[in-house]
């Protein structure tokens, strides 16, 4: 006879909770998100005023070829930009790829 007999329980109530391997669950995928451009616009808006209110030198705005937001950090006297996020000539490849995603596309049609 051994002691879990004894004691009557099984190995999974012996093993306190922490210890007993996690069971794997499924995710449901993130829904994709709706880009509205008037909500987007909203939204950019806000995060303008907040970064005001909190004297940050951050300015959000969307690219308007492509939609992405764009992030700047400007120098509060000069009005400079110092960084951005993507970079000009990252919106610009961003751009040359949709276009010839755009030809491609035609062209199969």
Do not use: C, Y
């Amino acid at each position: 006879m051994d002691l879990q007999s004894l004691s009557g329980t099984s190995n999974s109530m012996a093993t306190p909770a922490a210890a007993r391997p996690r069971q794997a669950t499924r995710a449901e995928p993130a829904p994709e998100p709706v880009r509205d451009p008037e909500q987007v616009a909203r939204a950019v808006a806000a995060l303008n005023r907040a970064m005001a209110a909190a004297s940050r030198d951050i300015e959000f705005s969307p690219d308007p070829a492509s939609g992405h937001t764009v992030v700047r950090v400007m120098d509060r006297q000069t009005q400079q930009v110092i960084r951005q996020m993507p970079s000009e000539e990252a919106l610009a490849i961003s751009r040359a790829i949709e276009q010839w995603q755009g030809m491609v596309l035609r062209q199969k049609a």
